[in-house]
């Protein structure tokens, strides 16, 4: 651990981060960056899981839908990752004793084993081949975690 944590600060004190971390506009931009990925990521999983709980998008095909928001989702998640990465590594210590950014990474790293791996095989079929409540609770588990994702990273500053 010991090891990590120099490596953090080492990272935490290169030119650049210090750059965006200590300049006016730095962290500013690297923040909205954050939020229009993570909205952009919300928007397609809300999407995708309304078509799956037979809520919206009736005359589309699932996986019709799954493939047109994939490559949002996908770029989405790059963007909150990368600047996700360059708002922790500006000052790692703080968010590694904030309960909320702990809880944050835990909902992101279940969230997405679950998205882009579990439930990738609901998105691509037809939801008709399943019990609807089988649909409504993946769609109900998939919002579930990504929300708490969302709530937890706004948390972060009030904790």
Known sequence: MTALMSWLEWCSNTRIIV??????????????VHLVGLTVLLASILVLNLRLAGISMMN???PAVERQLRPFAWTATAFVLASGALMFVGNPAKYLANP??????????????????????FFRSEPDSRPRAMNLGVAALSLTLWFSVGWAGRAIAFV
């Open 100 to 121: 909320a950014f702990q809880i944050k990474m835990a909902s992101l790293a279940l969230a997405m084993l679950c998205q882009f791996g579990l439930f990738r095989r």
């Open 19 to 32: 750059l965006i971390r200590d300049s006016s506009f730095g962290m500013p931009a690297v923040q909205s």
């Open 60 to 62: 589309w095909s699932l």
